[in-house]
């Protein structure tokens, strides 16, 4: 059983802040990669921010400088810190994980629901 909880999505305008917030539940399982994704209208979903479990960040190259991701292992959590938000950063931000359980020998993905960031201007 894997649960994926977001939170802080919202409504902001251009230039202000919001904190995205993925808590992770498994059973007998580690999490490798977190990351977060983003699907803005009639558009393909797309890599925002990848970390690994030793904390490498991956960014997109259009939020380089204003988003930071961060993971807590012993929570299964990973964040991502907005700044700077501009209307183009508006999308449904969806949590993402890949899992490894203990005893099989694979892994494989998951994804939260979404949650919605909007930046008016």
């Known amino acids: 059983q894997v649960q994926l909880v977001e939170s802080g999505g919202g409504l902001v305008q251009a230039g202000g802040s919001l904190r995205l917030s993925c808590a992770a539940s498994v059973s007998r399982s580690t999490i490798k990669t977190m990351a977060w994704y983003r699907q803005a209208p009639g558009k393909q979903r797309e890599l925002v921010a990848g970390i690994t479990s030793d904390g490498t960040t991956t960014y997109a190259e259009s939020v380089k400088g204003r988003f930071t991701c961060s993971r807590d292992n012993s929570k299964n959590t990973v964040s991502l810190q907005m700044n700077s938000l501009k209307p183009e950063d508006t999308a449904v931000y969806y949590c993402?994980?890949?899992?490894?359980?203990?005893?099989?020998?694979?892994?494989?993905?998951?994804w939260g629901q979404g949650t919605q960031v909007t930046v008016s201007s």
């Open positions: 993402y994980a890949i899992i490894s359980p203990v005893d099989r020998d694979y892994d494989f993905q998951w």
